[in-house]
Every structure is written in C-alpha cells, then in structure tokens.
C-alpha cells in the first residue's frame, strides 16, 4: 500500500467512542463531517418511526400523509429543542479570550439572540397549555423519557404514552405561528 493511500484510509476512518450504546448513531448533521453522536430521546423516537400514529395508516394515501405528519412533528419539536438549548445557554462566554466575545453590555446580559428566543420561548409556553408545555419542556428540552414523563404528568396516558406525546407535538405545530406573533417576529 502507498503511503497516500494509508493516508486516507485512516481519513476516513471514524473513531467510535468507547462503548457504544444504543443511544449513539454515526451521522452527519448539515455543514459537519460525519461522525458519532449521541441521539437524544426526542431524536430517537423519531429514528425509530414513534412519532407516526401507524393506527391512521389505512392505506398508502393515509400512510403517507401520516408521514408528512410525523415529520411536522419532528420538525416542531426540533425547534422547540433548539430553543431551549439557546435559552438555557450560559450567559457569558470565558472572560479570559475576549477576542471571540462579541457582546456589548456587563458581564451576565443576555445576548440579543438569546433574548429573542427567549420571549419566543415564553410566547410559546403561553400559547401551549401546561401539561403540553411541561411534556414539550421535559422531553425535548431536559431529555427525560417519554413514558416517565406521561406517567409523572398525565397519569390517565399511562397505556398510550406515545400517542400523548403525539398530540403535545401536535399542540406544538399549532402554537409555533401564534408564539411568533406574539414575540413580535
């Protein structure tokens, strides 16, 4: 083999991390290079296709706007994901590299984008009700499970956790509109 060639063998070769779990993919998110990472609950329950009511797929029409569907849902609670984890973000950078801190203001303000998103965020909790707020926060946001989290705050779900779920994410696609209104975008 020529040393070129090693070369880029070993490029292209992706280290896993020490033990995988179940809850590590190897994927490639948009503008990074393929690697490993560890799916969220959220993320993993739309992999494994939890997110589509297959009790609505009667037939090949219905399936597929089911489908269409599910990826809604994903896509809200994405957003809804990537909200929180701006939202609860650290305030202030590490004071000692002032040169990638491009914040005017005391140390501890907000950032301007953080501050959108948080009125977003409250415009949306204002929109949602509380249980759909509260399922969204601790799912998608804090990453809990989803039959734990249905069971702690709907207990009449117990037997049907994921169809719950559903209808937070559901509950989500309708409040995105109005929680932008509402935040002035």
Not at 160 to 165: C, D, V
Not at 167 to 176: F, W
Request: with cysteine; hydrophobic share 35%.
């Amino acid at each position: 083999m020529k040393p070129t060639e090693q070369q880029d063998t070993s490029a292209r070769m992706i280290d896993a991390p020490a033990l995988v779990k179940d809850t590590h993919a190897l994927g490639r998110r948009v503008g990074h290079k393929e690697g490993w990472e560890n799916l969220s609950v959220f993320e993993r329950a739309h992999r494994a296709g939890k997110l589509m009511d297959r009790e609505r797929c009667t037939d090949q029409e219905a399936t597929k706007a089911e489908a269409e569907r599910a990826l809604d849902r994903y896509q809200a609670g994405d957003r809804f994901t990537e909200g929180w984890k701006v939202a609860n973000a650290g305030n202030w950078a590490n004071g000692s590299d002032y040169n990638s801190v491009r914040v005017v203001g005391c140390p501890g303000s907000f950032v301007d984008h953080q501050i959108d998103v948080k009125n977003f965020m409250r415009a949306l909790e204002a929109e949602l009700g509380t249980r759909d707020w509260m399922i969204l926060r601790r799912i998608c946001g804090e990453n809990y499970p989803i039959a734990d989290t249905i069971t702690d705050i709907t207990p009449a779900y117990r037997a049907t956790t994921l169809a719950r779920f559903r209808e937070s994410l559901d509950a989500l696609i309708e409040a995105i509109p109005l929680a932008f209104k509402k935040a002035g975008k």
